[in-house]
């Protein structure tokens, strides 16, 4: 069974950074990319970020140059660095993984961005 669990959400100022983490399990980690994803209240979901098992990443356009995701394939675990966060940030973040054509979510953790 494939489990995500999300971890770092908060209330932080803008310009401020924040370190969001997704625990998974139930799946053979270092062969599946893993995607960070967002929804802003009364917006659809958008990809922000993701990784395929050896490394490379992809970006959305406004984040690429703030964040960072990154992996660990020991610790499956999925990472996502947010520097230089803005109000249009504030989002619940869900980490995300496909297997099989079925995608798989957590329940996501919440970002704010306010001053």
């Known amino acids: 069974q494939v489990r995500l669990v999300e971890s770092g959400g908060g209330l932080v100022q803008p310009g401020g950074s924040l370190r969001l983490s997704c625990a998974a399990s139930g799946i053979n980690f270092r062969l599946y990319t893993m995607a960070w994803y967002r929804q802003a209240p009364g917006k659809q979901r958008e990809l922000v970020a993701n990784i395929t098992g050896s490394g490379n990443t992809n970006y959305e356009d406004s984040v690429r140059g703030r964040f960072t995701i990154s992996r660990d394939n020991i610790y499956y675990r999925v990472y996502l660095q947010m520097n230089s966060l803005k109000p249009e940030d504030t989002a619940v973040y869900y980490c995300?993984?496909?297997?099989?054509?079925?995608?798989?979510w957590g329940q996501g953790t919440r970002v704010t961005v306010s001053s």
């Open positions: 995300s993984t496909i297997r099989a054509s079925l995608a798989y």
